[in-house]
């Protein structure tokens, strides 16, 4: 890989007069920004990735690490490690870093296409591929944010990653339910307090799916509210000994609480502090606790 070296300052203003001739200097310095365009160009096109220069904020990244906004109030376009603390409300994941870098200087990074192992040190095992928040690095399976697919030899199709596509607003959850007469409530989303405002964020997809079957004559009562017990936005659902692995709750508009309005594409606009919880109800006697794979997908805004 060809590395750009970035000057640290602009040049100083050049006045010519009308009689100025370009010397050999300046026909060099000419041509050393032009192998510089020509570089960032082939690396993009030859390496089937789309590929850019970032600005690091503060730290440093390894090559294979994946970096997000930097949340600078001064400086937006920079960028940081995505670990867990970085990736707080509003920021997601951009692309993962091709070279080494430190302080506040440029390096390249890729947003999409083929990143091979050796730069992302996944194993030779094809899988999902999600970001593991605390070493910023991908991992195969994981509940982290999704980045891919990767095939038998550890080499990663790296997704784009799109603010305003939906996305995980949080991590995916396994839950087991009650074995018995009891309540098991689980917080699948919680809108961070700050910034203030009615519409922090827009959900548009909730998926739950029945990964582990009931077993005993009792039943499951699945809900999902603002609060433990409420239907804001999932009706109650009966899961017992009938209902099949693999069953979804949550795809059907018929199944969708009040918060999913119709005239808004049945989407469900989140103030900031708002939470999303899932009730899973049991009664009667439950042999075997049923087991529910939870996702909560849309946008912040």
């Known amino acids: 890989m060809t ?121 030779a095992v094809a899988g999902q591929v999600t970001l593991n928040t605390t070493t910023a690095r991908a991992q195969l399976g994981g509940s982290g944010p999704a980045l891919g697919t990767a095939d038998a030899q550890g080499t990663l199709n790296l997704w784009r990653q799109q603010g305003g596509s939906p996305l995980d607003l949080a991590p995916p959850q396994t839950v087991t339910g009650p074995a018995g007469a009891s309540n098991v409530d689980t917080t699948l989303l919680s809108v961070p307090s700050t910034p203030t405002g009615n519409a922090r964020a827009l959900l548009t997809t909730l998926a739950i799916r029945l990964e582990t079957a009931l077993v005993g004559a009792g039943s499951v009562a699945l809900t999902v509210g603002t609060s433990a017990g409420g239907t804001h936005f999932l009706l109650s659902q009966t899961i017992n000994s009938a209902t099949a692995v693999g069953t979804f709750y949550g795809i059907t508009t018929a199944q969708l609480g009040s918060s999913f309005a119709s005239a ?38």
């Open 264 to 301: 808004d594409g049945y989407n469900a606009l989140l103030a900031a502090g708002a939470t999303v919880i899932m009730r899973l109800a049991g009664s009667g006697v439950i042999t075997t606790a049923p087991v529910v794979s939870a996702r909560v997908l849309g946008i912040t805004l």
């Open 3 to 123: 590395t750009t070296v970035f000057p640290a300052s602009a040049d100083p203003a050049l006045v010519m007069s009308a009689t100025y001739e370009l010397d050999a200097a300046d026909r060099r310095y000419i041509d050393g920004q032009i192998r510089q365009i020509q570089a960032t160009l082939l690396s993009s096109l030859l390496t089937e990735k789309g590929a850019s220069y970032f600005t690091l904020a503060s730290g440093s990244l390894a090559a294979g690490d994946f970096f997000c906004q930097g949340g600078d109030a001064t400086n937006p376009r920079r960028v940081v490690k995505a670990t867990a603390v970085n990736l707080t409300y509003g920021r997601s994941v951009i692309g993962v870093a091709l070279e080494a870098v430190t302080g506040t200087n440029k390096f390249l990074g890729a947003t999409s296409g083929i990143v091979g192992a050796t730069v992302t040190g996944l194993g």
